[in-house]
């Protein structure tokens, strides 16, 4: 079983010097719970980090900061754990529990962002 095999194709992604605002509304329109950052590296679409519901609670809301002057650069949560389409599922879900991670972006032989891998459509 490969990653490429059960991840989601479909990927909502958002640039880093977006207003987290932007995010924000990206998951409540979309009905996701984080967005990917994205950078374009040769023409690839590149996962630099992510952004979950979590962090907008954490980083944004609960200290009172403001959505819309903050950057998704401010709040991402890095170093991102990715995987590769041909990894193993069972050795990357093991991978993401001992990070403690729900969500990884996967990406092709090239880098290049192709889906992403959630517990939750897993076991879901």
């Known amino acids: 079983m490969s990653v490429g095999e059960y991840c989601n194709r479909e990927v909502i992604v958002v640039a880093s010097d977006e207003p987290v605002r932007v995010a924000a509304e990206l998951m409540r329109r979309r009905h996701v719970g984080d967005v990917v950052v994205i950078e374009e590296q040769d023409g ?3 996962p ?9 609670v954490v980083e944004v809301m609960a200290p009172g900061l ?5 950057r998704v ?3 991402v949560t890095e170093p991102l754990l990715t995987a590769r389409e041909s990894d193993s ?5 093991a991978h993401m529990r001992r990070r403690g991670v729900r969500r990884a972006p996967v990406v092709g032989d090239d880098g290049g ?6 517990v939750d459509d ?3």
């Open 44 to 46: 690839l679409t590149v």
């Open 48 to 56: 630099t980090g992510i952004v979950t519901d979590r962090d907008l």
């Open 66 to 70: 403001s959505p819309d002057e903050l």
């Open 73 to 75: 650069q401010d709040i």
């Open 89 to 93: 599922l069972p050795e990357t879900l």
């Open 113 to 118: 962002l192709v889906g992403i891998l959630t």
């Open 122 to 124: 897993i076991i879901g």
